[in-house]
């Protein structure tokens, strides 16, 4: 399946200058949208995952039902203030603000193997969190999966060792 046939391309959003590829095609289309899961959960049981992290708030559109999926546990990589447990965090820096990302001291196992799933890889800065989140655990990351990977924004070793999919790239 051609997933790019789903994603739309939104100028000047969410400021002047961005390219934004729009992925909720993909959401609106049961078949679009299973074919990614299954795509994750595929990536998932290859690295032999644990349990998924994903970001708020696109990346839990995909992670939560990839976790369901795979049976897997799926932990939310929350914005400042959300989690009402001691939660451990980490500060980075998008392509166009500042952000933080929190998830629960008590969540993972330092003997979890945690795969990260998100949306859109751009300069890396949110995954780069949830790695920095997930050894504060003392668990490995074993891997990333993204929907849509921008290969102009960032390197070929963006996250230092830890390898990485993308179902598209552009």
Same mark, same amino acid.
């Given at each position: 399946m051609d997933l790019k046939n789903f994603v739309l391309d939104v100028n000047d959003f969410p400021k002047p200058g961005i390219l934004f590829k729009d992925v909720t095609p993909i959401l609106n289309n049961a078949e679009a949208f299973k074919f990614t899961i299954d795509e994750i959960v595929k990536y998932a049981k290859e690295k032999k995952a644990d349990v998924i992290v994903g970001s708020e708030a696109r990346g839990f559109i995909f992670a939560a039902p990839a976790a369901y999926a795979a049976g897997l546990r799926f932990i939310p990589a929350r914005k400042p203030g959300k989690l009402p447990r001691p939660a451990? $965090?980490?500060?980075?820096?998008?392509?166009? $603000?500042?952000? $933080?990302?929190? /998830?629960?001291?008590?969540?993972?196992?330092? %003997?979890?193997? =945690?795969?990260?799933?998100?949306?859109?890889?751009?300069?890396?800065?949110? =995954?780069?969190?949830? /790695?920095?989140? =997930?050894?504060? %655990?003392?668990?490995? %990351?074993?891997?990333? /999966?993204?929907?849509?990977?921008?290969?102009d924004l960032h390197g070929d070793d963006v996250f230092d060792g830890v390898e990485y999919k993308s179902i598209l790239k552009y």
């Amino acid at each position: 399946m051609d997933l790019k046939n789903f994603v739309l391309d939104v100028n000047d959003f969410p400021k002047p200058g961005i390219l934004f590829k729009d992925v909720t095609p993909i959401l609106n289309n049961a078949e679009a949208f299973k074919f990614t899961i299954d795509e994750i959960v595929k990536y998932a049981k290859e690295k032999k995952a644990d349990v998924i992290v994903g970001s708020e708030a696109r990346g839990f559109i995909f992670a939560a039902p990839a976790a369901y999926a795979a049976g897997l546990r799926f932990i939310p990589a929350r914005k400042p203030g959300k989690l009402p447990r001691p939660a451990h $965090n980490q500060s980075y820096e998008l392509e166009y $603000n500042d952000s $933080n990302l929190s /998830i629960h001291k008590d969540d993972i196992k330092p %003997t979890d193997r =945690v795969l990260i799933v998100d949306d859109l890889l751009a300069t890396g800065g949110t =995954v780069k969190a949830q /790695i920095e989140l =997930v050894k504060m %655990t003392g668990a490995t %990351t074993v891997g990333a /999966i993204f929907l849509i990977d921008l290969i102009d924004l960032h390197g070929d070793d963006v996250f230092d060792g830890v390898e990485y999919k993308s179902i598209l790239k552009y």
